[in-house]
C-alpha cells in the first residue's frame, strides 16, 4: 500500500527557513509525478512545487519561485522541500501526492496526483 509521510514542519520567524521531507512508501515504479501542496485556513489549496522522479523538470508557483527548491532522492524514495525566506502568507497545511501513471505533471494541479499524504503544518510568524 503506497503511504506518503510528511515532516518537517514547525513554527518559524518570517525570514527564517524549513525543510520538509516527504517519505514515500509500498511501490515500485520506473517513474512517477510528485509535488508539493500547501492549504491555508478558509483557502483552497494551491500548487508549491512539482517534480518528476527521473529528470530535472520542476515547476514552481510564483509565490515561492526563489526561495523554495523541490529536490529528491531516489534510493530513499524521498522529496525535499526547502522553504527560506518564509513569509506569514507561508502559513499552511504541506502536503505531498504523487503519481505513478505519469513521470511529471507540468501544470503541477492537485487533481493529477493520486495518492496523498496526510500533511504537516508551516505556520510563519514573530
Known amino acids: 500500500q503506497v503511504q506518503l509521510v510528511e515532516s518537517g514542519g514547525g513554527l518559524v520567524q518570517p525570514g527564517g527557513s524549513l525543510r520538509l521531507s516527504c517519505a514515500a512508501s509500498?511501490?515500485?515504479?520506473?517513474?512517477?509525478?510528485i509535488g508539493w501542496f500547501r492549504q491555508a485556513p478558509g483557502k483552497e489549496r494551491e500548487a508549491v512545487s512539482c517534480?518528476?522522479?527521473?529528470?530535472?523538470?520542476?515547476y514552481y508557483a510564483d509565490s515561492v519561485k526563489g526561495r523554495f527548491t523541490i529536490s529528491r532522492d531516489n534510493a530513499k524514495g524521498t522529496v525535499y522541500l526547502q522553504m527560506n525566506s518564509l513569509k506569514p502568507e507561508d502559513t499552511a497545511v504541506y502536503s505531498c501526492?504523487?503519481?505513478?501513471?505519469?513521470?511529471?505533471?507540468?501544470?503541477?494541479?492537485?487533481?493529477?496526483?493520486?495518492?496523498w499524504g496526510q500533511g504537516t503544518q508551516v505556520t510563519v510568524s514573530s
Open positions: 501526492a504523487t503519481d505513478f501513471r505519469t513521470w511529471y505533471h507540468s501544470r503541477c494541479e492537485a487533481y493529477e496526483y493520486e495518492y
Open positions: 509500498g511501490f515500485t515504479a520506473d517513474y512517477y509525478a
Open positions: 517534480t518528476s522522479s527521473s529528470d530535472g523538470s520542476t
